[in-house]
């Protein structure tokens, strides 16, 4: 697996990252020092529950929200030093993500690519690539409101990819797609693992991360509580699936919580 | 192997920008554009509605008018017991209107419209024994009882004469209305009578009085429509930017977009630039259109002379309309944009917006009662001003001065508003959620920050420029009284203002006064460069400002002219230290403090260096043109030279303080001057009849500015402008 060689960089380090919001009820804790190293051609799986923090983790990754401690270091830039760099260097999939309606693909990813700083030659040679890889020749010049859920998804897929980054985070890929829509954002995945980039899935699905990350980290309440590969997680918890796996630490959880 | 040469070309790929900023602005706004103008619901209200309202409002002010015209034609009831009576009066009647009507009794009634006459009902009873007439009058079932006893005396024509007794019921202006009418028709009918019995006798006979009557429209009635119309049209124009500027912002986050949107490495600022853009233009199409359809509806109505006098609606009166409502679209559509960056949702978007559209219809309304001005406070009051000067506008009554005020203080507050809203929109808060939004504005940040915010900088230019000319318009109202106490509250306001407001917020946002106004020590040798720099530059501004006037920039008319002549008399007799201090030094530290410290530095968070100092510098030049009780037009460009000066110095040196010797130096030797050189002092403010400096102070002057340009440009070589202060992620 690349994620064990050492003699690959690190592109992705988060240290001690930390972020509280401010509620009626107090503050709340939503990513409890989280550290944690990701490498060029490795797909790190950010496996959670609802509400472990796995979202504030990738927006503070982004430079969208502020850690409230700790650091976020991309390829070498901290994102409290050079914020638009760091943009420039992560392409952002989230399930949740819209696409402006009024714009046909075309122009969407045109608009993207201008917004990421790429030239009109870099721009048509980018498009035209993705087009081919993600197969959007048949909508290309469609109103996106009126494409299907799949289209839109690889309509998202390549325009986090318009400016070709380094890094790229995915937040629920598969969320509200069929079994043909899941599989477009597997081999998108693979496809990436292939091309060299660091990747990041935030995911609550756990057989869906099992196909397709190289090393996993637990988040519960913000917090990290196993990390590995899946050989390294079953040797550290004794259980040979993710879910066992959650489910002890839900347990123990919920142990605590009633002072078991 | 093969990963670890993707990832390099991955690095390649995302290196520096490739595309050029304007470029990419265009993108932004072009996208903008297109989601707003694709979208049905902003096509319907940009060309529906005022091709609808219009025609309706015009139907409407017709039917009024006519409404009225019926009202003025009033119905009088006349009792009699007969109906002979009633033939015979309602004859009688007819001749005299005739008779007066006509010469020789009446001559020149040509000009001007009539008011509708009286319509006469004669109420005559079936049955004469039952009828009273004196209790009909009185019961008020008729305006007037009439008995006609005939008498063999003849009326002109062929009338027979008759005594006529009018029965007029007490204190009713309405029966005394219908017994006038009657009583000057049958005075008409005698004198013709009259007159004829002595034509008939061979005499010649003409009246020796002439009455001519003029009818004249009351002036109110236009006003009060005047008042509406740029209220309707101001109300219909921002309505069309309502829609897209909620679409923009909240519905971005509504759908999904927002996310995507701000994970672009692009500024806040720029994104909402654009879609800025993109509501201006839209409010501007709106403004075209109401405009469009407005002109169509007076012209098809014909009221064109009704509603804008006797020129009508000129091309030109169109396009001044139209820079009119630029103005106020600017302003609205960035107030728009500050209300909708905030919202998370539609539904509370429009929540928000509501009681703005309700406190912009209150001031219009009332602005709509004459007698209301744009002048002194007025101008610097946001909607009022605009609103009034679009009713001047019409009135053909609009100044420039006050019109420049209204204009410079609203724009100023959209760019407070634009940058504001670029602070809230996409934040933490929108994003995620969270409880807050326009409430984190006025919040106290626990973040230190080294230099404030643009926003900030706007904000407070935006408070400070109607305190500004407030306090100018409260020293006037002090100028008569002793010179010294003028000068101290001089001192006091400029302090207060300059001073006291931005180390105010600068306290308030826990920024260090030394960072937030770049307080900055600077080593020694660059010192006599600025000295020689405040020294020169005077001769120079002073020229631009000669200049400007001999091309027509005069702004004092001879009574000011006479004030400021009694104000340089009156400064002779303070020591001269004083009003060099007063006068000279401190608004040079002070203003220095706000534009070149606490201002500049703010704009460069947002702008590059030469953006920052030329919209610092012009700012500095529009404070200049308000002077006390007028304006100084041709102030505005040598105080914006100064300006650029004094910004390039602060840059240049990395600290204000440079900058402030330099202004307090420049300042000072003016006022020395003027003091002590009768010629210059009546030079130094703008008589009609300046000479120009000698050349040879000019070739000096320049000599000396150009050493101390040098000797800085050499002293400060070391350390070139950075962007030090301002940490990468605040940008």
Same mark, same amino acid.
């Given at each position: 697996?690349?994620?064990?060689?050492?003699?690959?960089?690190?592109?992705?380090?988060?240290?001690?990252?930390?972020?509280?919001?401010?509620?009626?009820?107090?503050?709340?804790?939503a990513?409890?020092?989280?550290?944690?190293?990701?490498?060029?051609?490795?797909?790190?799986? @950010?496996?959670?529950?609802?509400?472990?923090?796995?979202?504030?983790?990738?927006?503070?990754?982004?430079?969208?929200?502020?850690?409230?401690?700790?650091?976020?270091?991309?390829?070498?830039?901290?994102?409290?030093?050079?914020?638009?760099?760091?943009?420039?260097?992560?392409?952002?999939v989230?399930?949740?993500?819209?696409?402006?309606?009024?714009?046909?693909?075309?122009?969407?990813?045109?608009?993207?690519? %201008?917004?990421?700083?790429?030239?009109? $030659?870099?721009?048509?040679?980018?498009?035209?690539?993705l087009?081919?890889?993600?197969?959007?020749?048949?909508?290309?010049?469609?109103?996106?409101?009126?494409?299907?859920?799949?289209?839109?998804?690889? *309509?998202?897929?390549?325009?986090?990819?318009?400016?070709?980054?380094?890094?790229?985070?995915?937040?629920?890929?598969?969320?509200?797609?069929?079994?043909?829509?899941? $599989?477009?954002?597997?081999?998108?995945v693979?496809?990436?693992?292939?091309?060299?980039?660091?990747?990041?899935?935030?995911?609550?699905?756990l057989? /869906?991360?099992?196909?397709?990350?190289?090393?996993?980290?637990?988040?519960?309440?913000?917090?990290?509580? +196993?990390?590995?590969?899946?050989? /390294?997680?079953?040797?550290?918890?004794?259980?040979?699936?993710?879910?066992?796996?959650?489910l002890?630490?839900?347990?123990?959880a919920?142990?605590?919580?009633?002072?078991? | 192997?093969?990963?670890?040469?993707?990832?390099?070309?991955?690095?390649?790929?995302?290196?520096?920008?490739?595309?050029?900023?304007?470029?990419?602005?265009?993108?932004?706004?072009?996208?903008?554009l297109?989601?707003?103008?694709?979208?049905?619901?902003t096509?319907?209200?940009?060309?529906?509605?005022?091709?609808?309202?219009?025609?309706?409002?015009?139907?409407?002010f017709?039917f009024?008018?006519?409404?009225?015209?019926?009202?003025?034609?009033? /119905?009088?009831?006349?009792?009699?017991?007969?109906?002979?009576?009633?033939?015979?009066?309602?004859?009688?009647?007819?001749?005299?209107?005739?008779?007066?009507?006509?010469?020789?009794?009446?001559?020149g009634?040509?000009?001007?419209?009539?008011?509708?006459?009286?319509?006469?009902?004669?109420? *005559?009873?079936?049955?004469?024994?039952?009828?009273d007439?004196?209790?009909?009058?009185?019961?008020?079932?008729?305006?007037?009882?009439?008995?006609?006893s005939?008498? /063999?005396? $003849?009326?002109?024509?062929?009338?027979?004469g008759?005594?006529?007794?009018?029965?007029?019921?007490?204190?009713?202006?309405?029966?005394?209305?219908?017994?006038?009418?009657?009583?000057?028709?049958?005075?008409?009918?005698?004198?013709?009578?009259a007159?004829?019995?002595?034509?008939?006798?061979?005499?010649?006979?003409?009246?020796?009085?002439?009455?001519?009557?003029?009818?004249?429209?009351?002036l109110?009635?236009?006003?009060?429509?005047?008042?509406l119309?740029?209220?309707?049209?101001?109300?219909?124009?921002?309505?069309?930017?309502?829609?897209?500027?909620?679409?923009?912002?909240?519905?971005?986050?509504?759908?999904? %977009?927002?996310?995507?949107?701000?994970?672009?490495?692009?500024?806040r600022?720029?994104l909402?630039?654009?879609?800025?853009?993109?509501?201006?233009?839209?409010?501007?199409?709106?403004?075209?259109?109401?405009? &469009?359809?407005?002109?169509?509806?007076?012209?098809?109505?014909?009221?064109?002379?009704?509603l804008?006098?006797?020129?009508?609606?000129?091309?030109?009166?169109?396009?001044?309309?139209?820079?009119?409502?630029?103005?106020?679209?600017?302003? +609205?559509?960035?107030?728009?944009?500050?209300?909708?960056?905030?919202?998370?949702?539609?539904?509370?978007?429009?929540?928000?917006?509501?009681?703005?559209m309700?406190?912009?219809?209150?001031?219009? &309304?009332?602005? !709509?009662?004459?007698?209301?001005?744009?002048?002194?406070?007025?101008?610097?009051?946001?909607?009022?001003?605009?609103?009034?000067?679009?009713?001047?506008?019409?009135?053909?009554?609009?100044?420039?001065?006050?019109?420049?005020?209204?204009?410079?203080?609203?724009?100023?507050?959209a760019?407070?508003?634009?940058?504001?809203a670029?602070?809230?929109f996409?934040?933490?808060?929108?994003?995620?959620?969270?409880?807050?939004?326009?409430?984190?504005? @006025?919040?106290?940040?626990?973040?230190?920050?080294?230099?404030?915010s643009?926003?900030?900088?706007?904000?407070?230019?935006?408070?400070?420029?109607?305190?500004?000319?407030?306090?100018?318009?409260?020293?006037?109202?002090?100028?008569?009284?002793?010179?010294?106490?003028?000068?101290?509250?001089?001192?006091?306001?400029?302090?207060?203002?300059?001073?006291? *407001?931005?180390?105010?917020?600068?306290?308030?946002?826990?920024?260090?006064?030394?960072?937030?106004?770049r307080?900055?020590?600077?080593?020694?040798?660059?010192?006599?460069?600025i000295?020689?720099?405040?020294?020169?530059?005077?001769?120079?501004?002073?020229?631009?400002?000669?200049?400007?006037?001999?091309?027509?920039?005069?702004?004092?008319?001879?009574?000011?002219?006479?004030?400021?002549?009694?104000?340089?008399?009156?400064?002779?007799?303070?020591?001269?230290?004083?009003?060099?201090?007063?006068?000279?030094?401190?608004?040079?530290?002070?203003?220095?403090?706000?534009?070149?410290?606490?201002?500049?530095s703010s @704009?460069?968070?947002?702008?590059? %260096?030469?953006?920052?100092?030329?919209?610092?510098? *012009?700012?500095?030049?529009?404070?200049?043109?308000?002077?006390a009780?007028?304006?100084?037009?041709?102030? @505005?460009?040598?105080?914006?030279? !100064?300006?650029?000066?004094?910004?390039?110095?602060t840059?240049?040196?990395?600290?204000?303080?440079?900058?402030?010797?330099?202004?307090?130096?420049?300042?000072?030797? &003016?006022?020395?001057?003027?003091?002590?050189? $009768?010629?210059?002092?009546?030079?130094?403010?703008?008589?009609?009849?300046?000479?120009?400096?000698?050349?040879?102070?000019?070739?000096?002057?320049?000599?000396?500015?150009?050493?101390?340009?040098?000797?800085?440009?050499?002293?400060?070589?070391?350390?070139?402008e950075?962007? !030090?202060?301002?940490?990468?992620?605040?940008?």
């Amino acid at each position: 697996m690349s994620g064990d060689s050492p003699s690959v960089e690190s592109v992705i380090r988060l240290h001690e990252l930390t972020r509280k919001f401010r509620t009626e009820r107090g503050d709340v804790v939503a990513v409890d020092r989280l550290s944690l190293v990701t490498r060029a051609g490795e797909v790190y799986g @950010l496996l959670g529950p609802n509400g472990a923090g796995k979202t504030t983790t990738l927006r503070m990754l982004l430079g969208l929200l502020a850690p409230t401690h700790g650091e976020v270091d991309i390829l070498g830039t901290r994102v409290s030093e050079d914020l638009q760099k760091i943009r420039q260097q992560v392409g952002l999939v989230s399930a949740s993500a819209g696409l402006y309606q009024w714009l046909s693909p075309l122009e969407t990813l045109r608009y993207f690519a %201008t917004g990421y700083g790429l030239s009109k $030659q870099q721009t048509a040679e980018r498009i035209e690539e993705l087009v081919s890889r993600m197969g959007l020749s048949g909508f290309l010049h469609r109103r996106t409101a009126t494409l299907s859920t799949g289209q839109k998804q690889r *309509v998202n897929l390549a325009r986090a990819l318009v400016h070709d980054p380094p890094v790229v985070l995915l937040d629920e890929p598969t969320r509200g797609l069929d079994v043909v829509g899941s $599989q477009v954002v597997f081999d998108f995945v693979a496809e990436l693992r292939q091309t060299g980039k660091a990747v990041i899935v935030c995911t609550h699905q756990l057989d /869906e991360a099992q196909r397709l990350c190289d090393r996993f980290g637990l988040l519960h309440h913000g917090r990290l509580r +196993y990390e590995g590969t899946m050989v /390294e997680l079953q040797q550290q918890t004794g259980l040979s699936s993710l879910v066992e796996m959650f489910l002890q630490i839900l347990g123990r959880a919920a142990r605590q919580t009633v002072g078991v | 192997m093969k990963m670890a040469e993707s990832l390099r070309h991955s690095k390649r790929a995302i290196g520096s920008r490739q595309v050029s900023w304007w470029s990419q602005q265009r993108t932004f706004t072009w996208k903008e554009l297109c989601e707003t103008l694709r979208d049905r619901r902003t096509t319907v209200t940009l060309f529906v509605m005022p091709v609808l309202l219009y025609p309706l409002l015009g139907l409407m002010f017709r039917f009024i008018a006519v409404g009225n015209a019926a009202q003025l034609a009033p /119905e009088y009831r006349i009792a009699v017991e007969t109906e002979q009576e009633a033939a015979w009066l309602s004859s009688v009647i007819q001749a005299g209107e005739q008779i007066l009507q006509s010469r020789p009794l009446r001559s020149g009634l040509s000009s001007g419209t009539t008011p509708l006459e009286p319509k006469v009902q004669f109420l *005559v009873p079936n049955d004469a024994a039952e009828f009273d007439l004196e209790q009909s009058v009185a019961e008020g079932n008729a305006d007037l009882g009439v008995r006609v006893s005939f008498s /063999e005396r $003849q009326i002109s024509d062929g009338f027979p004469g008759a005594d006529v007794s009018v029965l007029q019921a007490e204190s009713s202006p309405q029966s005394n209305s219908v017994a006038t009418h009657l009583r000057e028709r049958l005075a008409a009918a005698n004198l013709l009578t009259a007159v004829n019995t002595i034509r008939q006798s061979g005499k010649s006979f003409s009246m020796p009085i002439e009455e001519a009557l003029q009818w004249i429209k009351p002036l109110n009635q236009t006003s009060a429509i005047l008042g509406l119309l740029p209220l309707v049209l101001l109300l219909m124009t921002v309505t069309g930017g309502v829609y897209p500027a909620i679409d923009l912002t909240a519905g971005e986050r509504e759908r999904d %977009t927002l996310e995507t949107l701000m994970a672009l490495p692009v500024s806040r600022a720029r994104l909402l630039m654009a879609k800025f853009i993109a509501v201006l233009t839209v409010t501007m199409l709106t403004g075209l259109m109401n405009i &469009l359809a407005m002109s169509a509806t007076v012209y098809a109505l014909q009221m064109e002379s009704t509603l804008f006098g006797e020129s009508g609606l000129s091309i030109s009166l169109i396009f001044k309309l139209l820079s009119v409502l630029l103005v106020f679209s600017t302003f +609205y559509s960035a107030i728009l944009l500050l209300v909708t960056s905030s919202a998370r949702s539609f539904k509370e978007a429009q929540a928000l917006l509501i009681p703005l559209m309700l406190t912009t219809i209150a001031p219009g &309304l009332v602005i !709509m009662m004459p007698g209301w001005r744009l002048e002194g406070w007025l101008t610097i009051i946001p909607v009022v001003n605009i609103l009034l000067m679009a009713r001047e506008l019409l009135e053909e009554t609009l100044n420039t001065f006050p019109a420049t005020i209204a204009i410079a203080s609203t724009l100023l507050y959209a760019s407070a508003a634009l940058s504001l809203a670029a602070r809230l929109f996409g934040t933490d808060a929108v994003l995620t959620g969270s409880r807050s939004g326009l409430r984190d504005l @006025l919040r106290r940040p626990r973040d230190v920050s080294e230099v404030p915010s643009t926003a900030v900088g706007f904000s407070t230019l935006a408070i400070l420029f109607p305190m500004h000319f407030l306090a100018s318009g409260f020293l006037t109202r002090v100028s008569g009284t002793d010179f010294s106490l003028r000068l101290i509250v001089s001192a006091v306001l400029t302090v207060s203002l300059f001073a006291g *407001v931005p180390v105010l917020f600068l306290k308030w946002l826990r920024i260090p006064l030394k960072s937030g106004a770049r307080l900055s020590h600077i080593p020694v040798r660059i010192w006599p460069g600025i000295v020689l720099i405040g020294l020169s530059a005077w001769p120079w501004i002073y020229e631009m400002i000669i200049g400007l006037q001999s091309i027509g920039f005069q702004s004092l008319n001879a009574s000011q002219m006479q004030q400021v002549q009694e104000l340089l008399k009156a400064w002779r007799e303070v020591p001269v230290a004083l009003v060099v201090f007063g006068l000279g030094v401190l608004p040079g530290v002070c203003e220095e403090l706000f534009f070149r410290g606490f201002l500049l530095s703010s @704009l460069r968070r947002e702008m590059n %260096t030469a953006a920052a100092v030329i919209v610092s510098a *012009v700012c500095f030049g529009l404070f200049h043109v308000v002077l006390a009780g007028g304006a100084a037009p041709e102030r @505005l460009i040598p105080s914006t030279v !100064m300006g650029l000066l004094l910004g390039s110095v602060t840059c240049r040196c990395r600290s204000v303080v440079p900058a402030m010797v330099l202004h307090g130096i420049h300042n000072s030797t &003016l006022l020395l001057i003027a003091t002590f050189n $009768q010629q210059l002092a009546n030079l130094a403010v703008g008589e009609q009849h300046q000479s120009h400096l000698p050349a040879s102070w000019l070739a000096i002057s320049a000599v000396i500015l150009g050493i101390g340009f040098a000797w800085t440009a050499v002293a400060t070589r070391t350390q070139t402008e950075s962007r !030090m202060l301002i940490p990468e992620s605040q940008r």
